[in-house]
Structures are given as C-alpha cells and as structure tokens.
C-alpha cells in the first residue's frame, strides 16, 4: 500500500467544455472535495472568476497524478500542496504555470517555501533568491469555462485546450 498524506490542488486557466468535462471525471475518480473533509466535487461548484481549488485527505504519494499529469499535458496551470511523509519525503508545493512542466518547491506543512544552503548558494544572489521565492508563489489564476459554440475569452495567465 502506498504512503500517503493530505493534498489540495488549485486549477486555473481556460477550457471549453468538452475539456472541463474531461477534468471533472479525474476528479470525480480521485473524490477530491471542495473544501477539507466537503463535498465531493460536482462541476456546478466551479464558480465564475475563481480558481478550482480542491482537496483530499489519504492521497497516495501525495499527488493527484492523473489530474496533475492531464493539466501539464493540457498546459492548465496548476499549484498541488501535499504534506510530508516521515522518512520518505518532506512537504511539497508543485507549480504548474501552463508551460508544458511543473516545478517542486520545498514547503512547511503551512505551505510556507523554505530553501536550503545549497540552494542558496546554487542560486548565487539575492535577486535569484527572490525569483526562486516569486515563482514558488505563482498565483493561480481564474478558471474559464466556455462552451463549444463560443470562443474562449482572451484571459491574461490563461491557457486553452486545442
């Protein structure tokens, strides 16, 4: 059995509907809820101008691979938390922007970033200090679902599905 550990993962970006069709089933299989010990998510709880934001307890390996893998397929950005789990990893913040790949951060079990020495000295100034801090903060941004038959709004910080 594998470990696993409490999880949440905000959703942003653009969709049409087949598309959002699609993610809503791999969420349904994972029983993600809407809120710590919610409802099961249903897709009428998207709400307009906001991202998705889910989340589960008993997550094996902490991360919500069928979903997190779609998204970067998909380029729909993307920000998964998982907590630790003792001896085998430490609290992970995974970053998506819509790119095609994902970034991990070290986290607190707060969710707060934290780096090490090495990374510090791999990074080799203050201003890459902060551009490290800056990416790991990546602001998810609204969920847009437009139907098949209307064209997608133009969104800053949003990415469609082709």
Do not use: N
Not at 26 to 55: M, N, S, T
Not at 100 to 118: C, N
Not at 121 to 133: E, K, M, N, Q, R
């Amino acid at each position: 059995m594998a470990d696993r550990v409490s999880a949440s993962i905000v959703i942003g970006g653009a969709l049409d509907a087949p598309a959002f069709a699609e993610l809503a089933e791999l969420i349904a299989a994972d029983r993600l809820a809407v809120e710590w010990d919610g409802d099961p998510f249903e897709p009428e709880h998207r709400v307009d101008g906001e991202p998705l934001r889910l989340f589960a307890h008993e997550v094996a390996g902490g991360r919500f691979e069928e979903i997190e893998d779609w998204c970067i397929m998909h380029r729909v950005p993307f920000v998964r938390w998982c907590g630790g789990y003792s001896g085998q990893w430490g609290p992970e913040r995974v970053v998506a922007i819509g790119d095609g790949k994902a970034v991990s951060y070290a986290v607190t079990e707060d969710d707060e970033v934290v780096i090490s020495r090495s990374i510090i000295t791999a990074l080799g100034s203050l201003d890459a200090i902060f551009a490290h801090f800056d990416a790991a903060e990546f602001v998810v941004p609204a969920l847009v679902v437009a139907d098949a038959a209307s064209a997608l709004p133009s969104t800053a910080g949003t990415h469609h599905v082709q």
